[in-house]
């Protein structure tokens, strides 16, 4: 579930094994903030905002069951958001392509993707293109 869609209860139970697992300080709380902060764009600005989630995505559960639904809610409010398009590839259906590590694009200058030990930033135009086209056919596995 991409940050920025991500309620506060979420975030922490995400953040939180984040810390857990790579044992560095405990920042949670403005960690969590950090990211509840940048949901600010998506209500501000000109950007466009198109997202490919797989089904499992969905169903994956992070936190209590209470998470979960607020989550889902959450994600639902979002998609009803002018500036944004989510798609989601179900589970079953044949594909183009298979996603891999997440990553998002930025006005086709940048790309970034989180791996579990560091943030690429991938500003050549020829990679960049790999992943507008890995993008693309992502996008045509999706439905609205």
Same mark, same amino acid.
């Given at each position: =579930?991409?940050? *920025?869609?991500?309620t506060?209860?979420?975030?922490? +139970?995400? *953040?939180? !094994? $984040?810390?857990?697992?790579?044992? $560095?300080?405990?920042? *949670?709380?403005e960690? $969590?903030?950090?990211?509840?902060?940048?949901?600010?764009? *998506?209500y501000? @600005?000109?950007?466009?905002?198109?997202?490919?989630?797989?089904?499992? +995505?969905?169903?994956?559960? $992070?936190?209590d +069951? /209470? &998470?979960?639904r607020?989550q889902?809610d !959450?994600?639902?409010?979002?998609?009803?958001?002018?500036r944004?398009?989510l @798609?989601?590839?179900?589970? =079953?259906?044949?594909?183009?392509? %298979?996603?891999?590590a @997440?990553? %998002?694009?930025?006005?086709?200058?940048?790309?970034r993707?989180? &791996?579990?030990? +560091? /943030?690429?930033?991938?500003?050549?135009? @020829?990679?960049?293109?790999?992943?507008?086209?890995?993008?693309? %056919?992502?996008q /045509?596995?999706?439905?609205?």
């Amino acid at each position: =579930m991409p940050g *920025l869609f991500q309620t506060a209860e979420y975030a922490t +139970a995400v *953040l939180s !094994r $984040v810390i857990e697992f790579n044992q $560095v300080p405990n920042d *949670l709380d403005e960690a $969590v903030a950090a990211r509840l902060d940048r949901q600010r764009f *998506l209500y501000s @600005g000109d950007r466009r905002f198109l997202v490919v989630l797989e089904e499992q +995505a969905l169903k994956t559960r $992070v936190g209590d +069951a /209470e &998470t979960m639904r607020g989550q889902l809610d !959450r994600l639902l409010a979002v998609m009803s958001l002018p500036r944004v398009s989510l @798609g989601i590839i179900p589970a =079953m259906s044949e594909r183009k392509i %298979w996603t891999s590590a @997440g990553f %998002w694009i930025f006005d086709q200058t940048t790309v970034r993707m989180e &791996t579990p030990t +560091a /943030e690429l930033t991938i500003t050549q135009r @020829g990679e960049i293109a790999v992943y507008e086209k890995r993008f693309a %056919w992502l996008q /045509e596995s999706a439905v609205d």
